[in-house]
Structures are given as structure tokens and as C-alpha cells.
């Protein structure tokens, strides 16, 4: 969420393009949310670091819940457990 510059109300994303390969850094689209305003606005939005120290090359907690041969290929773009 973002506030308009105009009046500070909250923003509401409308949608979002990559801005790099690495799809580390988006522009935001929004539309604010005070309906006497209505401003569109574009913001950037870049990855800085990571704050966890669990993504320190050890798999997710709910990864190890499920293993992979537990899931079937997608069909429709999301798996599914068999
Ligand atoms: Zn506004």
C-alpha cells in the first residue's frame, strides 16, 4: 500500500510491470482511494536484502511438511498434492 501524494488517502494497486529480468524491481500503478481525489500514480518498488536467516540455502519449513514426489505436475498452473 502506498498514500497519494496529493491528499495522503491510501492507494489501491491497480497493477504492476517487471522492471528488470531478475523481476527484482516493479512499477506499481495505484489509484487513490478518496473518491474526491482519485489520483493516479506510479511507484518503484526494488528488493534491498533479505531479513530472514532462513533463506540461508536450507529449503522452507513447509517444503520439508510435503516432499516434491508427494505432488503431481500441474495442470492448470498450481500443483496439487496426490
Ligand atoms: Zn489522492
Given at each position: ?17 517487471k ?9 506499481k ?51 496439487s498434492?496426490?
Amino acid at each position: 500500500m502506498f498514500r497519494c501524494p496529493r491528499r495522503g488517502a491510501s492507494g489501491r494497486t491497480r497493477t504492476s510491470t517487471k522492471m528488470n529480468n531478475t523481476n527484482t524491481v516493479r512499477r506499481k500503478y495505484y489509484q487513490c482511494n478518496n473518491l474526491a481525489c482519485g489520483a493516479c500514480f506510479t511507484t518503484m518498488e526494488a528488493f534491498e536484502k533479505l531479513t530472514s536467516k532462513q533463506n540461508s540455502g536450507e529449503a522452507p519449513c513447509r517444503m520439508t511438511l510435503f516432499p516434491a514426489t508427494r505432488f503431481r505436475p500441474p495442470t492448470t498452473g498450481r500443483c496439487s498434492l496426490i
